[in-house]
């Protein structure tokens, strides 16, 4: 497993911005995959956006195509989302997710059980 730290939430306006980071120990960063996941009060948690290990294949939620930026730096062990024209329903605890390391540049999982080491979350909170 690698640890993750989720950065970058807060409290914005709809129409606004924020850029989330994840930033993890250790390295094995460049051979994992990496996923963004949401959980909204009551509500199950939920795919975003994920990465391929090198940066080649990205998958995303469909409400957020468009809005949402997933990004990668394998030199600074870091994975970022950057969040645009933010709506309320995007309010939610951001959650970072490493998939398990992989010798292959394969699309990424969008299933949470995919993933075997998680962040603490930062929250995303979107006022209209």
């Known amino acids: 497993q690698v640890q993750l730290t989720e950065s970058g939430g807060g409290l914005v306006q709809a129409g606004g911005s924020l850029r989330l980071s994840c930033a993890a120990s250790?390295?094995?960063?460049?051979?994992?995959?990496m996923g963004w996941f949401r959980q909204a009060l009551g509500k199950e948690r939920e795919f975003v956006a994920a990465?391929?290990?090198?940066?080649?294949?990205?998958n995303y939620l469909d409400s957020v195509k468009g809005r949402f930026t997933i990004s990668r730096d394998n030199t600074k062990n870091t994975m970022y989302l950057q969040m645009d024209s933010l709506k309320p329903e995007d309010t939610a605890v951001y959650y970072c997710?490493?998939?398990?390391?992989?010798?292959?540049?394969?699309?990424?999982?969008?299933?949470?059980?995919?993933?075997?080491?998680w962040g603490q979350g930062t929250r995303v909170t979107v006022s209209s």
């Open positions: 997710a490493a998939n398990v390391e992989s010798v292959f540049e394969l699309r990424p999982p969008t299933k949470w059980g995919a993933y075997d080491s």
């Open positions: 990465m391929s290990r090198g940066g080649t294949f990205t």
């Open positions: 250790g390295r094995t960063f460049s051979s994992r995959a």
